[in-house]
């Protein structure tokens, strides 16, 4: 097995593409972000918000009905679409061509629900980011597996993992079975945890910033709104992996002199996003 690929400063300015000035709203990338069920639909505005403030032009959500008002007042920036369903998804339609797709944080998994996310992988050409319930639907039908498009990138949490690889005995064998996975699907993987490791086939990477602040509800919605924001923005699939991440966590070692571990939360996050951003343009003057 290869040694890891540390994310430090470096491999980062590497990857980084600094905002150009002549830039609009229309070529910044239209991210859409999928999910929501009653009671989760927070996971869908923290996500589609972290979107947005992740530099991406246009943020639509599509969720269930019961989330309309919430979505609109929580953040005017966003725009939605619901499905026909008050309190689940049960049928992805929408008439706009996003350059990103996120979908899973707070989905739920009514039957109705795993049948929408079947049709839509089975038409699906654009770039797509894949957690939390999208990700468990995958594990209880693993044989739509195959109708993911190259380089989807997959952001499982130690559990979601364990649902789509079984379980393992070390770490070692995590990372193999990992690696397997990655190779068979030709999928990046998100290995989220502490630290966050990518796994793109036979490559390691292992990420360098973030701290037990972040083991908070919401972080991993979060995250995946990061993600697909960079993906929508035109970055390399294992790009916006590598770039999601590392910000991620940086944002909560810049938080973290100010609000300690304990009273860190997901909203942090995404306050922090500009500072996080803003010491990358300093590294790279
Ligand atoms: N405000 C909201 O609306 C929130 C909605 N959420 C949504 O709730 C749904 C369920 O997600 P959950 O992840 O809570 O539930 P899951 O059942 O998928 O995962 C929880 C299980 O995973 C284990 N686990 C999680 N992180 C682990 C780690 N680092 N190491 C070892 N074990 C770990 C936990 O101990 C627990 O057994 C998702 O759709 C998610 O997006 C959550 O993200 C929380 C916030
Ligand atoms: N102790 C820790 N140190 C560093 N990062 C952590 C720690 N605990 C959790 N995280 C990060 O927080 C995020 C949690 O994601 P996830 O479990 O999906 O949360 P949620 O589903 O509640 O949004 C991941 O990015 C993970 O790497
Ligand atoms: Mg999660």
Redesign the pocket.
Known sequence: MMNPIYIHQKEILKRYKQPDQYTHKGIQGHAIII???Y????????SSKACLKTGCGLVTVFIPKCGYDILQIAIPEVMVITDNQEKFISNIIFDITPQAIGI?????LEIETQQAVYKLLQTNKIPLVI???AL?ILSKNKEWLPLLQPKTIISP????LE?LIGKWNSDAEKLEKSITFSKEYNLIIVM???PTRIIDGDTIYGNTTGNAAL?T??T??VLTGMITSLLAQSYEPINAAILGVYLHGLTADIALPETGYQSFI?SDVITNIGKAFLSLENLSK
């Open positions: 999910g929501g069920s009671g989760k639909m927070g996971a869908v505005c923290l899973g944080p707070g989905l739920g957690d939390a319930d468990n949490h130690p559990k979601e649902r989220k945890g502490a083991a509800a919401g991993g919605d997901a």
